[in-house]
């Protein structure tokens, strides 16, 4: 059997979720043939990327704007190229505005199959999007256990496959020590300092996440400040840390190109503060307690207010059901009361370490890979 995909993803989560799904069709299929767009982990997994999967990272309503000429040229670029050598599966991963926009473009002119990995959280926000892909989207891939229902309820067949952050490598004990003893950090707490994987992210979050940092220390005056800083805004970090008291150790990607260095770091810090995304599963698979700052834009802001169906946005909240993971989005994230949550998790870690477990076990750690389930997945209805 062979089997042609062309994969969509639009920013480094979907990258993740696309090398997983890559995986495990090449395990099942090894016939299989790769194009698309993604970036590097998916690259590492042989795909060789339309364009820079770095033109679809952009998040909040307001900022997309801007850039709305160039997204409609990129999504027009990526229709023609899926018309031009038809494969057998388009798998769109996440990022719906620009990935729901091709699927309904190539099912108006082609029978291509298409799958949609990551379920639009429908239960949060725009509860119609589920019956408005049903004409172009054939398949879902859901990453959370509730989901499936909200899918199926609009006729599109959903299954849950489970979240490759169940499956990483995790650091070894003699990792995290190691790390610690590399960067000099004695016995006093580590903290781990992560404001986005975004541009915007960081340029919002980073003055509110040094002061926060810095009001923690002067509490913990042993504490130390480690701070990962990812590939595409490594430089940018650098520039906003600049003026942070203490200043904080930055592990750079140069001089990670695996990633240990960072996953030790996730796993060897008593708590972390960390913008809202995909890296709250990253620290519950590590185990670190942690605690949650996010703004967008002031419009993008208000609009959300507005849409939002849910009271809280943390991926081990929701899969919890419950508030164990103290959470500041929007006005809320400010320096005092982020500083005054990270200080109680730090004494009392107890609640959120069972909540990181119970979340790891529902995502699907005990079972197979999630990669690997997705494949299958995909392969039992085409």
Request: glycine letters at 8%; proline letters at 8%.
């Amino acid at each position: 059997m062979s089997l042609h995909v062309f994969l969509i993803a639009g920013e480094p989560s979907g990258d993740r979720l696309g090398a997983a799904a890559m995986r495990g069709l090449r395990r099942l299929v090894p016939e299989v043939r790769f194009s698309g767009i993604g970036g590097d982990e998916m690259a590492r997994q042989g795909l060789t990327s339309l364009f820079a999967m770095s033109d679809l990272s952009v998040m909040g309503l307001t900022e997309v704007l801007p850039r709305l000429r160039h997204l409609f040229r990129r999504r027009d670029q990526t229709v023609e190229a899926i018309l031009a050598d038809p494969p057998d599966v388009l798998l769109t991963i996440d990022s719906p505005d620009f990935c729901l926009r091709v699927a309904k473009a190539v099912r108006a002119r082609a029978g291509v199959r298409i799958v949609h990995y990551v379920a639009p959280s429908v239960w949060a926000w725009r509860p119609g999007r589920a019956a408005r892909m049903a004409p172009h989207v054939d398949q879902v891939l859901a990453l959370l256990p509730f989901e499936p229902p909200y899918m199926e309820a609009a006729g599109i067949p959903c299954d849950f496959v489970g979240h490759p952050v169940v499956s990483d490598p995790q650091a070894t004990a003699e990792e995290e020590a190691a790390l610690r003893e590399e960067l000099g950090i004695g016995a006093g707490p580590m903290i781990l300092a992560l404001p986005g994987s975004r541009a915007g992210e960081v340029a919002r979050l980073a003055d509110r996440f040094g002061e926060t940092l810095s009001r923690v220390c002067a509490r913990h005056p042993g504490a130390r400040v480690v701070l990962p800083a990812g590939g595409a805004v490594a430089d940018l970090v650098r520039e906003k840390i600049a003026d942070w008291v203490p200043p904080p150790l930055v592990l750079l990607p140069r001089n990670d190109p695996d990633g240990a260095r960072k996953r030790a770091a996730l796993a060897a810090a008593d708590v972390a503060l960390a913008a809202s995304g995909t890296v709250s599963l990253e620290l519950a698979a590590a185990g670190t307690p942690m605690v949650i700052g996010y703004d967008s834009s002031w419009t993008t802001r208000q609009i959300a207010k507005r849409m939002l169906l849910i009271d809280r946005v943390c991926l081990v909240n929701l899969v919890t059901d419950s508030h164990v993971v103290p959470e500041f989005i929007g006005e809320a994230c400010r320096p005092g009361p982020m500083a005054d949550a990270l200080c109680a998790v730090l004494e009392a870690p107890g609640p959120q370490r069972r909540a990181l477990d119970d979340t790891m076990r529902q995502l699907g750690r005990d079972g197979e890979d999630p990669g690997l389930r997705a494949a299958r997945a995909i392969l039992s209805r085409l």
